[in-house]
T-cell receptor, first 113, second 112 residues
Framework: DAMVIQNPRYQVTQFGKPVTLSCSQT?????MYWYQQKSSQAPKLLFH???????NEADTPDNFQSRRPNTSFCFLDIRSPGLGDAAMYLC????????????FGSGTRLTVV | GQNIDQPTEMTATEGAIVQINCTYQ??????LFWYQQHAGEAPTFLSY????GLEEKGRFSSFLSRSKGYSYLLLKELQMKDSASYLC?????????????FGAGTQVVVTP
C-alpha cells in the first residue's frame, strides 16, 4: 500500500551526538512536513518542502536541519541533541498546496540520554 | 498566527455520545481538520470542514461555524477503541503552503 514510512520507530541517542531521522513516501506527494510533538502538546511544525522549495519556521532551532534529496525521501538532522529535543517526530505529506490534509507517517520517538 | 483551543480531557461511557469543542482565532481561514491520535502513534485523518455546517461520516460528525471561529467533533455510540487524543487543526487562508496549525488535543477516555 502507498504510505509514509518513518525509520526508525524508536531512536535513542546520546546527548550531543548527531542523529538523523528518515521519512519516505510512495504517494508521490509534492509537499512534505516535519513536526515535533512533545507529550500532551500540539504537533509543532519545524520544516516543510514544496518539491525542493524549503521553508523552516521562524522559531525552529538552528540545531535542526532538513534535507530532501528527491520526491520520495526527506531527512531530519539534529546536530547536537539536547534533553529538550526528546519528542515524537512526525513526517507528513500532502498532494498539493493548501487543498487537502496530511498523510502522516508512524512517527519516530526520540529519546536523548 | 493561530490560537487553537480545545479541552484537555473528556471522559464518557461506552455507547454514549461525546462532543469535543474547538475554538480558533486566525487572521484568515481555509479549512479545519480533525485527527485522531492513539497513544504513541501518528495522527489519522477524521474529517474536514471548510464551509459552515455539519459533515457526517458514520459515527463521527464535525460541525463548523466560521463566524464564531468554532468547530466541534461529535462521537456517537462510543467504543473502547475510541479512547484517543483528538486534534483540531486549522489551515490559514494566507498560507499558500497549506500547512496546518494544531491544537494540543483532547484526550477522550471511554469507560466500560
Amino acid at each position: 500500500d502507498a504510505m509514509v514510512i518513518q525509520n526508525p520507530r524508536y531512536q535513542v541517542t546520546q546527548f550531543g551526538k548527531p542523529v538523523t531521522l528518515s521519512c519516505s513516501q510512495t504517494l508521490n506527494h509534492n509537499v512534505m512536513y516535519w513536526y515535533q510533538q512533545k507529550s500532551s502538546q500540539a504537533p509543532k511544525l519545524l520544516f516543510h518542502y514544496y518539491d525542493k522549495d524549503f521553508n523552516n519556521e521562524a522559531d525552529t532551532p538552528d540545531n535542526f536541519q532538513s534535507r530532501r534529496p528527491n520526491t520520495s525521501f526527506c531527512f531530519l538532522d539534529i546536530r547536537s541533541p539536547g534533553l529538550g529535543d526528546a519528542a515524537m517526530y512526525l513526517c507528513a505529506t500532502s498532494r498539493s498546496r493548501g487543498l487537502v490534509g496530511y498523510t502522516f507517517g508512524s512517527g519516530t520517538r526520540l529519546t536523548v540520554v | 498566527g493561530q490560537n487553537i483551543d480545545q479541552p484537555t480531557e473528556m471522559t464518557a461511557t461506552e455507547g454514549a455520545i461525546v462532543q469535543i469543542n474547538c475554538t480558533y482565532q486566525t487572521s484568515g481561514f481555509n479549512g479545519l481538520f480533525w485527527y485522531q491520535q492513539h497513544a504513541g502513534e501518528a495522527p489519522t485523518f477524521l474529517s474536514y470542514n471548510v464551509l459552515d455546517g455539519l459533515e457526517e461520516k458514520g459515527r463521527f460528525s464535525s460541525f463548523l461555524s466560521r463566524s464564531k471561529g468554532y468547530s466541534y467533533l461529535l462521537l456517537k455510540e462510543l467504543q473502547m477503541k475510541d479512547s484517543a487524543s483528538y486534534l483540531c487543526a486549522v489551515r490559514d487562508q494566507d498560507d499558500s503552503w497549506g500547512k496546518l496549525q494544531f491544537g494540543a488535543g483532547t484526550q477522550v477516555v471511554v469507560t466500560p
